[in-house]
């Protein structure tokens, strides 16, 4: 008896390391991250997001696995690349890069928590039933980027008055396409200013739109928000300055990157917000105990070099009234 009470307990202590092992490694919260771009533009933002799910106490690698899904600027990857994450029973899901990440999110789930970044209203969106009270598994930021198109239209004009005709690039397959659209259009109207809406969903479309330009008799340019320009950026800005065409942009990133201009909340702070709601709703918050974030600050980023070499001079008040002067 004693003998065979000795096998059964080493037996049983022999298997709790495993077990215990592999309980550790379930109880660890997986965290999926969705976004339409790619991890090479977004590499800022990243930062931005971890830092604020450290400020929760949540370290990637740590106590916290993170599986990210980037679409790659291919918007109807993002319906897919949600259910997988979904069948991959995370915890949360982070829906970054606007409304079609959270979109698709809502559409692979109705249990998991989802944060979300938008830039249009979330209520019209149907992500959540009020600002304050969201209802539901979801919330997260609404930082106002595509809303202020018309914002945007107004300063490219005081940045180039004497333009016949504005152009505005814009991306006809994102979820806030129309309102854009009529933002652009009631502002052109307002503004009595010739608006034309040139349509790029694609590397090349871009490359189109700017060979356009001139054809047309556009002296200035406005890239609406939209996450897939971000990512492409570095193209964007390339042949704006190659075209020698006056553009403005809806972040500071693409400022910091070599554009003109831009005027736009900090899509830095709307990622750290994401890593705090997703922290905390892994700490057991529920989406209903936190409203959506709405950011107050507004940046006007304005970079001299690239003026120079457009050889335009940047007004004084828009000088004066800048957040950011780029030298």
């Given at each position: 008896m004693r003998r065979r009470k000795f096998i059964t307990l080493f037996g049983g202590a022999a298997l709790a390391g495993p077990l215990a092992a592999r309980a550790q490694q379930q109880a660890t919260p997986i965290v999926g991250f969705l976004n339409p771009s790619s991890p090479e533009a977004y590499a800022p933002m990243v930062a931005a997001f971890r830092k604020g799910l450290g400020e929760t106490g949540y370290v990637e690698g740590k106590n916290v696995t993170i599986e990210y899904?980037?679409?790659?600027?291919?918007?109807?990857?993002?319906?897919?690349?949600?259910?997988?994450?979904?069948?991959?029973?995370?915890?949360?899901?982070?829906?970054?890069?606007?409304?079609?990440?959270?979109?698709?999110?809502?559409?692979?789930?109705?249990?998991?928590?989802?944060?979300?970044?938008?830039?249009?209203?979330?209520?019209?969106?149907?992500?959540?039933?009020?600002?304050?009270?969201?209802?539901?598994?979801?919330?997260?930021?609404?930082?106002?980027?595509?809303?202020?198109?018309?914002?945007?239209?107004?300063?490219?004009?005081?940045?180039?008055?004497?333009?016949?005709?504005?152009?505005?690039?814009?991306?006809?397959?994102?979820?806030?396409?129309?309102?854009?659209?009529?933002?652009?259009?009631?502002?052109?109207?307002?503004?009595?200013?010739?608006?034309?809406?040139?349509?790029?969903?694609?590397?090349?479309?871009?490359?189109?739109?700017?060979?356009?330009?001139?054809?047309?008799?556009?002296?200035?340019?406005?890239?609406?928000?939209?996450?897939?320009?971000?990512n492409r950026r570095d193209q964007i800005i390339s042949l704006a300055t190659n075209y020698g065409i006056p553009a403005i942009y809806p972040n500071r990133e693409f400022v910091v990157s070599g554009g003109l201009i831009s005027y736009g909340t900090s899509i830095t702070f709307a990622y750290h917000q994401l890593g705090i709601y997703t922290g905390k709703i892994l700490s057991g918050s529920k989406p209903t105990e936190l409203p959506v974030v709405q950011p107050t600050q507004f940046e006007l980023v304005i970079n001299l070099k690239t003026a120079k070499t457009l050889g335009l001079t940047i007004p004084q008040t828009l000088l004066v009234a800048a957040d950011e002067v780029i030298e």
């Open positions: 899904r980037w679409a790659e600027g291919q918007y109807d990857r993002l319906p897919a690349l949600a259910a997988d994450l979904v069948r991959h029973q995370v915890t949360v899901i982070a829906a970054g890069g606007s409304d079609p990440s959270a979109l698709a999110a809502k559409g692979a789930t109705t249990t998991i928590p989802f944060v979300f970044i938008v830039g249009t209203d979330p209520v019209k969106l149907g992500l959540v039933a009020s600002l304050n009270r969201p209802g539901g598994n979801a919330t997260g930021v609404n930082f106002f980027i595509a809303e202020m198109e018309a914002k945007r239209l107004a300063l490219l004009r005081e940045l180039v008055p004497t333009a016949a005709a504005l152009g505005v690039l814009m991306n006809s397959k994102t979820a806030q396409a129309e309102a854009q659209l009529n933002d652009v259009q009631s502002a052109g109207r307002a503004l009595g200013k010739q608006i034309e809406v040139i349509n790029a969903s694609n590397e090349s479309d871009i490359e189109m739109a700017f060979a356009s330009l001139t054809q047309r008799g556009i002296g200035g340019l406005q890239v609406a928000a939209d996450p897939f320009f971000l």
